[in-house]
């Protein structure tokens, strides 16, 4: 499969990209600057690099659309930063459906997190204290988390959005809980490169399409 992974320097980037090549994928790798990426993922042959910034609709089309041979599948691992605007999600998300509509592409996998629910999804108390934290320490990443999976959803895509709780980087164990209803608490965690294992088992079974499945250490 050809993936085009946003974000792909990233801390789930990173382990994803890995996992990707073990399992004998092609990457396109969309980054801001290749120097983010090692060395052996920069001459990896099965490794296309695409530099460009994820709010530029050109730049993620042209990683998306490959000069007239696009992509299968798009995954969005993308995180703002402390110095960047807070409508990432949201702005990258709609340039990457525009592009996907534009060339045929239909499988899109992102990454939010659990803080984003589903109508009428049942929550823990321990998930509803986290959610008041979360609303107050960081109210415009969630806000740009729900605008992004309102568009996702609204989509022609055969879209999953992963929805981790809080993301660590413990090893990689292969030892997770998912679905759509499993329940997540305070001391609920995800190793990113757990993650990265879940989202490549749901590209290469086509699980969870048009479903918000959480995900989360065992
Ligand atoms: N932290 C948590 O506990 C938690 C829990 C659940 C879900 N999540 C969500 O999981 C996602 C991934 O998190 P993470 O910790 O793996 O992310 P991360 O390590 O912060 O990586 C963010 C990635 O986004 C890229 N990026 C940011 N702005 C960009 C732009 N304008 N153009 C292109 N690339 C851009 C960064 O590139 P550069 O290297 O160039 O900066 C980097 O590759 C985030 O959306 C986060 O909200 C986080």
Redesign the pocket.
Known sequence: MRIVL????????QPLIDQALERGHEVVA????TA?LPQTVQEDSHVTVVE????NGEDVARAIGGDGNPVDTVVS?????SD?PDD??TV?GGHALAAMDENGVERLIT????GVREDGESVTLSGRVMGALLKLMARS?LED?RDHVEMVRDSNTRWTVV?????TEDAHTGEFRHGTDITLGMRDTAA?ANVAEFILDCLEDNQYVHEMPKIADR
């Open positions: 946003f974000g792909a320097t990233g801390r789930t980037g969309f980054v801001r600057d983010g460009g910034d994820a709010y691992v993308l995180g703002q930063t960047g990432l999600l990258a990454l939010v997190g659990a990443v988390a929805r981790p709780p809080r993301l990113r």
